[in-house]
Protein backbone atom coordinates (compact mmCIF):
# COMPACT_ATOMS: atom_id res chain seq x y z
CA UNK A 1 0.00 0.00 0.00
CA UNK A 2 1.05 3.49 -0.36
CA UNK A 3 1.84 5.89 2.46
CA UNK A 4 2.50 9.46 2.29
CA UNK A 5 5.09 11.06 4.95
CA UNK A 6 5.90 15.13 5.95
CA UNK A 7 8.08 16.12 8.41
CA UNK A 8 8.33 18.17 10.40
CA UNK A 9 4.89 18.16 12.03
CA UNK A 10 5.30 21.60 13.05
CA UNK A 11 7.67 24.25 12.87
CA UNK A 12 8.30 27.64 14.78
CA UNK A 13 10.78 29.71 12.89
CA UNK A 14 11.77 33.62 13.28
CA UNK A 15 10.88 35.93 10.11
CA UNK A 16 13.41 35.74 7.24
CA UNK A 17 14.87 32.50 8.57
CA UNK A 18 14.71 29.59 5.81
CA UNK A 19 12.33 27.11 5.49
CA UNK A 20 12.66 23.54 3.79
CA UNK A 21 9.71 21.40 4.44
CA UNK A 22 10.03 17.39 3.18
CA UNK A 23 7.31 15.24 1.42
CA UNK A 24 8.28 11.57 0.47
CA UNK A 25 5.86 8.61 -1.01
CA UNK A 26 6.39 5.44 -0.82
CA UNK A 27 4.69 2.09 -2.38
CA UNK A 28 4.57 3.68 -5.85
CA UNK A 29 6.38 4.96 -8.92
CA UNK A 30 6.07 8.06 -10.75
CA UNK A 31 3.82 9.94 -9.20
CA UNK A 32 2.50 13.16 -9.49
CA UNK A 33 2.97 15.48 -6.35
CA UNK A 34 1.23 18.44 -4.73
CA UNK A 35 1.87 21.40 -2.40
CA UNK A 36 -1.41 23.46 -0.75
CA UNK A 37 -1.25 25.43 1.91
CA UNK A 38 -4.27 25.92 4.39
CA UNK A 39 -5.09 29.22 5.90
CA UNK A 40 -6.99 30.18 8.97
CA UNK A 41 -8.14 26.04 9.00
CA UNK A 42 -10.05 26.46 5.66
CA UNK A 43 -9.58 26.42 2.00
CA UNK A 44 -6.72 25.10 0.36
CA UNK A 45 -4.50 26.76 -2.53
CA UNK A 46 -2.53 24.82 -4.30
CA UNK A 47 1.16 26.27 -4.51
CA UNK A 48 3.05 23.80 -6.57
CA UNK A 49 2.47 20.34 -8.49
CA UNK A 50 4.98 17.88 -9.86
CA UNK A 51 5.04 15.10 -12.92
CA UNK A 52 8.12 14.03 -12.36
CA UNK A 53 11.79 14.73 -11.38
CA UNK A 54 12.45 18.47 -11.74
CA UNK A 55 9.37 19.43 -13.40
CA UNK A 56 7.73 21.42 -11.30
CA UNK A 57 4.95 23.96 -11.50
CA UNK A 58 3.86 26.89 -9.43
CA UNK A 59 0.41 27.99 -9.11
CA UNK A 60 0.71 31.44 -7.82
CA UNK A 61 4.04 33.76 -7.46
CA UNK A 62 5.13 33.86 -3.75
CA UNK A 63 8.36 33.66 -1.72
CA UNK A 64 8.04 30.00 -1.95
CA UNK A 65 9.61 27.40 -4.48
CA UNK A 66 9.37 23.43 -4.87
CA UNK A 67 11.64 21.08 -5.83
CA UNK A 68 11.53 17.28 -6.35
CA UNK A 69 15.34 15.85 -6.56
CA UNK A 70 14.25 12.15 -6.76
CA UNK A 71 10.94 10.56 -8.16
CA UNK A 72 8.99 10.54 -4.19
CA UNK A 73 10.43 13.13 -2.86
CA UNK A 74 9.03 16.89 -2.76
CA UNK A 75 10.59 19.80 -0.98
CA UNK A 76 8.94 22.80 -0.28
CA UNK A 77 11.45 25.77 0.61
CA UNK A 78 11.87 29.54 0.79
CA UNK A 79 15.24 31.50 1.35
CA UNK A 80 13.21 33.89 4.38
CA UNK A 81 10.03 33.22 5.48
CA UNK A 82 7.83 36.08 5.68
CA UNK A 83 4.72 36.21 8.91
CA UNK A 84 2.41 35.82 5.83
CA UNK A 85 3.42 32.13 5.20
CA UNK A 86 2.32 30.95 8.46
CA UNK A 87 -0.02 27.77 7.79
CA UNK A 88 -0.71 24.27 7.30
CA UNK A 89 1.12 22.68 4.92
CA UNK A 90 -0.23 19.96 2.93
CA UNK A 91 1.28 17.42 0.55
CA UNK A 92 -0.80 14.98 -1.56
CA UNK A 93 -0.22 12.48 -4.63
CA UNK A 94 -1.65 10.91 -7.10
CA UNK A 95 -1.49 8.44 -9.83
CA UNK A 96 -0.69 10.09 -13.42
CA UNK A 97 -3.89 11.11 -15.41
CA UNK A 98 -5.93 9.42 -12.50
CA UNK A 99 -8.26 11.79 -10.39
CA UNK A 100 -7.92 10.98 -6.78
CA UNK A 101 -5.35 13.01 -4.78
CA UNK A 102 -3.92 11.55 -1.36
CA UNK A 103 -3.00 13.93 0.99
CA UNK A 104 0.04 14.00 4.07
CA UNK A 105 -0.53 14.68 7.61
CA UNK A 106 0.28 18.07 7.26
CA UNK A 107 2.88 19.98 8.73
CA UNK A 108 1.93 23.38 10.61
CA UNK A 109 4.35 26.72 10.43
CA UNK A 110 4.45 29.23 12.42
CA UNK A 111 6.30 32.48 11.85
CA UNK A 112 6.90 34.71 14.22
CA UNK B 1 -12.94 28.06 -15.23
CA UNK B 2 -13.64 24.87 -12.69
CA UNK B 3 -15.11 25.97 -9.16
CA UNK B 4 -17.62 24.15 -6.69
CA UNK B 5 -19.39 26.21 -4.21
CA UNK B 6 -19.87 25.28 -0.26
CA UNK B 7 -22.98 27.41 1.05
CA UNK B 8 -22.93 26.64 4.39
CA UNK B 9 -19.34 27.58 6.68
CA UNK B 10 -20.94 25.01 9.05
CA UNK B 11 -24.07 22.77 9.96
CA UNK B 12 -25.01 21.13 12.78
CA UNK B 13 -26.80 18.01 13.19
CA UNK B 14 -28.26 15.88 15.94
CA UNK B 15 -26.80 12.34 16.61
CA UNK B 16 -29.12 10.00 14.78
CA UNK B 17 -29.92 12.64 12.23
CA UNK B 18 -29.62 12.10 8.48
CA UNK B 19 -27.07 14.98 7.54
CA UNK B 20 -26.38 17.14 4.38
CA UNK B 21 -23.35 18.97 3.42
CA UNK B 22 -24.21 21.24 0.39
CA UNK B 23 -21.71 21.50 -2.98
CA UNK B 24 -22.89 23.36 -6.03
CA UNK B 25 -20.23 22.85 -8.88
CA UNK B 26 -19.05 24.98 -12.39
CA UNK B 27 -17.35 22.97 -15.04
CA UNK B 28 -16.65 22.92 -18.63
CA UNK B 29 -16.94 19.21 -19.76
CA UNK B 30 -18.07 16.60 -17.50
CA UNK B 31 -17.20 16.90 -13.99
CA UNK B 32 -15.78 14.88 -11.94
CA UNK B 33 -16.33 15.68 -8.56
CA UNK B 34 -15.08 14.31 -4.79
CA UNK B 35 -15.67 14.73 -1.00
CA UNK B 36 -13.19 14.84 1.42
CA UNK B 37 -12.79 15.42 5.17
CA UNK B 38 -10.32 16.71 7.57
CA UNK B 39 -10.24 16.68 11.18
CA UNK B 40 -8.02 18.66 13.58
CA UNK B 41 -4.29 19.19 12.76
CA UNK B 42 -4.69 16.35 10.23
CA UNK B 43 -4.53 15.70 6.31
CA UNK B 44 -7.28 15.57 4.34
CA UNK B 45 -9.15 12.12 3.85
CA UNK B 46 -10.92 10.88 0.27
CA UNK B 47 -14.43 9.89 1.17
CA UNK B 48 -15.83 9.82 -2.59
CA UNK B 49 -15.44 10.61 -6.05
CA UNK B 50 -17.79 10.58 -9.10
CA UNK B 51 -16.41 10.28 -12.54
CA UNK B 52 -19.21 8.92 -14.64
CA UNK B 53 -22.28 6.21 -13.89
CA UNK B 54 -24.53 6.23 -11.00
CA UNK B 55 -25.69 9.66 -9.74
CA UNK B 56 -25.46 7.76 -6.00
CA UNK B 57 -22.22 7.23 -5.01
CA UNK B 58 -20.90 4.95 -1.74
CA UNK B 59 -18.02 5.85 0.38
CA UNK B 60 -16.27 5.54 2.96
CA UNK B 61 -17.28 5.75 6.28
CA UNK B 62 -21.32 5.51 5.62
CA UNK B 63 -21.37 8.35 3.68
CA UNK B 64 -22.88 8.38 0.04
CA UNK B 65 -23.33 11.79 -2.42
CA UNK B 66 -26.08 12.38 -5.22
CA UNK B 67 -24.81 13.84 -8.08
CA UNK B 68 -27.38 15.92 -9.38
CA UNK B 69 -26.64 17.30 -13.61
CA UNK B 70 -29.77 19.31 -13.57
CA UNK B 71 -29.03 21.32 -10.62
CA UNK B 72 -24.94 21.12 -10.94
CA UNK B 73 -24.97 19.83 -7.08
CA UNK B 74 -22.96 16.64 -5.62
CA UNK B 75 -24.23 16.96 -2.06
CA UNK B 76 -22.84 14.61 0.87
CA UNK B 77 -25.12 12.54 3.02
CA UNK B 78 -25.50 10.04 5.74
CA UNK B 79 -28.73 8.61 6.87
CA UNK B 80 -27.36 8.59 10.57
CA UNK B 81 -25.01 10.80 11.68
CA UNK B 82 -22.38 10.39 14.56
CA UNK B 83 -20.14 13.01 17.22
CA UNK B 84 -17.18 11.23 15.51
CA UNK B 85 -18.14 12.03 12.17
CA UNK B 86 -18.01 15.97 13.34
CA UNK B 87 -15.10 17.41 11.13
CA UNK B 88 -14.47 19.69 8.25
CA UNK B 89 -15.92 18.91 4.77
CA UNK B 90 -14.03 19.28 1.65
CA UNK B 91 -16.08 19.45 -1.81
CA UNK B 92 -13.42 19.64 -5.17
CA UNK B 93 -13.85 19.03 -8.57
CA UNK B 94 -11.10 17.73 -11.15
CA UNK B 95 -9.25 21.08 -13.07
CA UNK B 96 -7.24 19.33 -16.22
CA UNK B 97 -5.16 21.27 -18.20
CA UNK B 98 -1.74 23.27 -17.29
CA UNK B 99 1.22 22.57 -19.35
CA UNK B 100 1.70 18.84 -17.92
CA UNK B 101 -1.60 17.93 -18.44
CA UNK B 102 -1.99 16.72 -15.21
CA UNK B 103 -5.11 16.75 -13.31
CA UNK B 104 -5.69 19.34 -10.57
CA UNK B 105 -8.11 19.63 -7.75
CA UNK B 106 -10.24 22.87 -7.11
CA UNK B 107 -11.17 23.00 -3.60
CA UNK B 108 -14.22 24.52 -2.20
CA UNK B 109 -14.13 26.78 0.99
CA UNK B 110 -14.98 23.24 3.29
CA UNK B 111 -18.18 23.11 5.81
CA UNK B 112 -17.61 22.17 8.88
CA UNK B 113 -19.93 19.41 10.23
CA UNK B 114 -20.89 19.51 13.97
CA UNK B 115 -22.44 16.51 15.50
CA UNK B 116 -24.03 16.92 18.95
CA UNK B 117 -24.84 14.09 21.33
Known amino acids: SQTIHQWPATLVQPVGSPLSLECTVEGTSNPNLYWYRQAAGRGLQLLFY??????ISSEVPQNLSASRPQDRQFILSSKKLLLSDSGFYLC???????????FGPGTRLLVL | AQSVAQPEDQVNVAEGNPLTVKCTYS??????LFWYVQYPNRGLQFLLKYITGDNLVKGSYGFEAEFNKSQTSFHLKKPSALVSDSALYFC???????????????FGTGTRLQVFP
Open chain 2, 92 to 106: AVRDRGGSYNTDKLI
Open chain 2, 27 to 32: VSGNPY
Open chain 1, 92 to 102: AWGRPLQETQY
Open chain 1, 50 to 55: SVGIGQ
